[in-house]
């Protein structure tokens, strides 16, 4: 397959680039490189030099850059255009949400824009959007979201992910454009920039530095391993049905107090020193709006394309520690 992936180089892009190229296709990654992108994540899978690869191209363009992205798609003729590229931080968009706007809205609608225009055949490519479920804001008791919840975004990250649903949604039911959304529970693992829960406790933990956590910890998050989000952004191009919106999660809710006591479980396991990991951890002052608890149901999704997720939640976050851990020990040897 002929893919274009934007977002290439940050957590979520950077897996799914690894597995396509693994699996042959060819892929040409879009990405501006902002603060939590990185050539480095696609350090294992992308010559960092010449010769080029032939099955992988990159461009450091910024989705909104209507002219520079028609003509990248124009030229690739891609089947299937896997967008990605926004900005992630609920808490950064707290602080300001132009930029969040921006990317994710306007730059959604020019995706959305050149992958109407980019085709010389007459079948146009498949636009897959990967969203999230905080569009659909907090749940509460035991009840899960499904594509039938109704969309009560929180945050103003959550606020302009809901809008670009509705411009995609809008592309397909006026103009046919062939797309499919995604609606990702958090996603968790390797490559991520250390900003978010898992990473950054990770991270802070490995320098011995405070590990905040907000207000009470008791809010609950259905953590997805990304490479299980990756194989059902597959199982959807291969048979996912045009049109239709898909909730990915995994079952799997945790509390963030319990997720960051088991890093602290495993960084003692793995690290095997005395070290009271959980005395780092620091309650700080609540996120304004934060949502209590995501939970979804992603029956639609294994019913239409037989996925399931296999990664537990001890292996899953297992893995991702070691992988912080081998990252921060090339740093330091790096530095001495
Ligand atoms: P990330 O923040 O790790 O990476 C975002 C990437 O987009 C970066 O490489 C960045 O350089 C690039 N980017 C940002 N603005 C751009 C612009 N204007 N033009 C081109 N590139 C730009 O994000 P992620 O966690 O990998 O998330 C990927 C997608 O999945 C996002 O759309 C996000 O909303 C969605 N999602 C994420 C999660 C999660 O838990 N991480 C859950 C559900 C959905």
Request: proline residues 5%; hydrophobic residues 30%.
């Amino acid at each position: 397959m002929n893919i274009i992936v934007t977002g290439g180089a940050g957590f979520i892009g950077s897996t799914f680039v690894r597995r396509a190229l693994r699996q042959g296709h060819k892929v040409t990654n879009i990405d501006k490189l902002t603060y939590a992108g990185s050539l480095d994540n696609l350090r294992d899978c992308v010559n960092p030099t010449p010769p080029p690869q032939p099955n992988y191209r990159f461009f450091q363009e910024d989705v909104c850059d209507r002219p520079a992205i028609l003509s990248i798609l124009s030229e690739a003729q891609p089947e299937v255009i896997v967008h990605m590229a926004a900005e992630t931080h609920v808490d950064r968009s707290i602080e300001c949400a132009d930029q969040f706007v921006r990317t994710n809205v306007l730059g959604t609608q020019a995706m959305l824009d050149a992958a109407l225009n980019c085709s010389k055949k007459s079948r146009k490519p498949l636009f897959l959007y990967i969203s999230t479920d905080e569009v659909f804001g907090s749940i509460p008791g035991t009840g899960r979201f499904s594509e039938e919840s109704p969309y009560r975004p929180n945050s103003p990250y959550a606020a302009s992910k809901a809008a670009s649903d509705f411009l995609v949604r809008s592309y397909r039911n006026t103009y046919g454009l062939r797309t499919i959304t995604v609606n990702a529970s958090n996603n968790y693992g390797p490559y991520q920039f250390p900003e978010k829960l898992i990473p950054l406790s990770i991270s802070n933990a490995l320098k011995k530095l405070p590990i905040p956590i907000y207000g009470d910890g008791m809010q609950v998050r259905d953590w997805l391993y990304v490479e299980d989000h990756v194989d059902a952004l597959f199982s959807l191009i291969d048979k996912g049905r045009e049109g239709e919106s898909y909730c990915i999660g995994a079952d799997c809710e945790r509390n963030n107090l319990d997720v960051i006591r088991q890093i602290c479980g495993l960084l003692s396991q793995k690290l095997d020193d005395e070290f009271d990991y959980e005395s780092l951890i620091t309650h700080v002052k609540d996120r304004l709006g934060h949502d209590l608890r995501y939970a979804t149901d992603s029956s639609k999704l294994r019913t239409h394309t037989e996925w399931t997720p296999t990664t537990s939640f001890e292996e899953g976050l297992s893995k991702t520690v070691d992988w912080y851990i081998k990252k921060s020990s090339n740093n330091c040897s790096t530095k001495s």
